[in-house]
């Protein structure tokens, strides 16, 4: 069991938008702590999607956002693509400087 | 280019002892704190330790404390995860990851790049 709770899957057509939440609670994310998301491909290790809780590295499309409020976070695709199927994971830290991560989402593309 | 690439995986009976090693390369090593990140065969992500560029910050998942030691050699730009007392539950690939540059933030670094990652089994 995850401290940080995501839905185990979402889904969506070509085109469209999906939100993936992120939820902690007053000792992680709502202390404070960044959320950071990552993209895991089938077969491949995970990569930085989203930092700081909103800052997309280089090379991420802008198709993908995040946000942060209170004791939650959430990931948001815009015009999605097929090759946007695959497991998305966020992260922060907890009051014992201990790293977190989400139980993952698998994200399915219609 | 920013690269980190682990080895020691392999098959070890319960109980056992294995020590994972991830070799950097494109960076300073010395300057970044670096993690190990677990992930049993279709689950999720589990972080597993962290350790600050000169070692002197240390920190473990409740899992692995006490059984699991990780170490450093910025002489040999490499970091490296010593398992012993190995159980099923540990069967996992094993990333080793670097955290944020150093300075960037004081509330919560992320983890970029990842390796490849190791297969560790731990089965009679």
């Known amino acids: 069991q995850s401290v940080l709770t995501q839905p185990p899957s979402v889904s969506g057509a070509p085109g469209q938008r999906v939100t993936i939440s992120c939820t902690g609670s007053s000792s992680n994310i709502g202390a404070g702590y960044d959320v950071h998301w990552y993209q895991q491909l089938p077969g491949t290790a995970p990569k930085l999607l989203i930092y700081?809780?909103?800052n997309r590295p280089s090379g991420v499309p802008d198709r993908f956002s995040g946000s942060k409020s209170g004791t939650s976070a959430s990931l948001a695709i815009t015009g999605l693509q097929a090759e946007d199927e695959a497991d998305y994971y966020c992260?922060?830290?907890?009051?014992?400087?201990?790293?977190?991560f989400g139980g993952g989402t698998k994200l399915t593309v219609l | 280019e920013v690269q980190l690439v682990e080895s020691g995986g392999g098959l070890v009976k319960p109980g056992g002892s294995l020590r994972l090693s991830c070799a950097a390369s494109?960076?300073?090593?010395?300057?970044?704190?670096m993690n190990w990140v677990r992930q049993a065969p279709g689950k999720g992500l589990e972080w597993v330790s962290s350790?600050?560029?000169?070692?002197?910050?240390?920190y473990y998942a409740d899992s692995v404390k006490g059984r699991f030691t990780i170490s450093r050699d910025n002489a040999k730009n490499s970091l490296y995860l010593q398992m012993n007392s190995l159980r099923a539950e540990d069967t996992a690939v094993y990333y080793c990851?670097?955290?944020?540059?150093?300075?960037?933030?004081?509330?919560?670094?992320?983890?970029?790049?990842w390796g490849q990652g190791t297969l560790v089994t731990v089965s009679s």
């Open positions: 700081g809780n909103s």
């Open positions: 350790i600050s560029s000169s070692s002197s910050y240390i």
């Open positions: 494109g960076f300073t090593f010395s300057s970044y704190s």
């Open positions: 990851a670097r955290e944020a540059p150093p300075g960037t933030t004081v509330t919560g670094n992320w983890f970029d790049p």
């Open positions: 992260q922060s830290y907890d009051s014992s400087l201990s790293a977190l």
